[in-house]
Nanobody, 124 residues
C-alpha cells in the first residue's frame, strides 16, 4: 500500500513562491500518475496539476504559466513549484496517485491513494 506525505506549505504574501513536495513510501511512482489537487474552505476539491506515468504534464488554466510539476524518480518525490501566488490559491493541497485513464486525470475519482494535505495560505 502506497503512502503519500505532502510538505512545503505555509503562509506567504501575494507574488511569492512555494514548492510543495509529495513523497511516496511503500512503492515507487514509476508507472503511475501523480496529481495535485486543492480544497478551499466550503469548496469542492479541485484539480491543479498532474504528471502522467510517461511524464506528460497537465495543468488547470489558473495554474498554467505559474505552476510547474516535476517528478524525481530517483527519490520518489513529485514537486509542485508555485510562483506568483495569489490569494485565491489559498487551500489545502493534496497529492494523489493512481493509474487513471486520460479522461479521468483531472478528477478526484481517478486516484485511489491520497496524502493528508498541506495548507497553503496567500495573504498580506
Amino acid at each position: 500500500q502506497v503512502q503519500l506525505v505532502e510538505s512545503g506549505g505555509g503562509l506567504v504574501q501575494p507574488g511569492d513562491s512555494l514548492r510543495l513536495s509529495c513523497a511516496a513510501s511503500g512503492r515507487t511512482f514509476r508507472g503511475y500518475t501523480v496529481g495535485w489537487f486543492r480544497q478551499a474552505p466550503g469548496k469542492e476539491r479541485e484539480f491543479v496539476s498532474a504528471v502522467s506515468w510517461n511524464n506528460y504534464q497537465y495543468y488547470t488554466d489558473s495554474a498554467k504559466g505559474r505552476f510547474t510539476i516535476s517528478k524525481d524518480n530517483a527519490n520518489n518525490i513529485v514537486y509542485l513549484q508555485m510562483n506568483s501566488l495569489r490569494p485565491e490559491d489559498t487551500a489545502v493541497y493534496y497529492c494523489a496517485t493512481g493509474r487513471p485513464i486520460t479522461s479521468m486525470i483531472r478528477f478526484v475519482a481517478g486516484y485511489p491513494h491520497w496524502g493528508q494535505g498541506t495548507q497553503v495560505t496567500v495573504s498580506l
